[in-house]
């Protein structure tokens, strides 16, 4: 059974930075890279960042320049080095993969940045 924790959420004011982990457990052999979303208050769920099938990082366009994705080599964990951050960031951020066909996410953390 997959099972993706997230960590390193917190409360920063704006322009402030914060890192994001996502560690993966019972990963298979079918199993994709890890992407992160985000869900602010009253809004769906949206795609942040995540690696395109070459395995270069991608980005929403609203946190170009600002959000840096990485991995570790064995792909059991993912990254979110996030930099000056806006009150627009304030979200719950989850990590998500798929594998064999489904997928799961974890429980997310919560980002809150205040102006």
């Known amino acids: 059974q997959v099972r993706l924790v997230e960590s390193g959420g917190g409360s920063v004011q704006a322009g402030g930075s914060l890192r994001l982990s996502c560690a993966a457990y019972?990963?298979?052999?079918?199993?994709?890279?890890m992407t992160w979303y985000r869900q602010a208050p009253g809004k769906e769920r949206e795609f942040v960042s995540g690696?395109?099938?070459?395995?270069?990082?991608s980005y929403a366009d609203s946190v170009k320049g600002r959000f840096t994705i990485s991995r570790n080599n064995a792909r059991t964990a993912v990254y979110l080095q996030m930099y000056s951050l806006i009150p627009e960031d304030t979200a719950a951020y989850y990590c998500k993969t798929r594998a064999c066909g489904q997928d799961y996410w974890g429980q997310g953390t919560q980002v809150t940045v205040s102006s």
């Open positions: 019972g990963l298979s052999y079918c199993t994709y890279d």
């Open positions: 690696f395109d099938s070459a395995g270069r990082p």
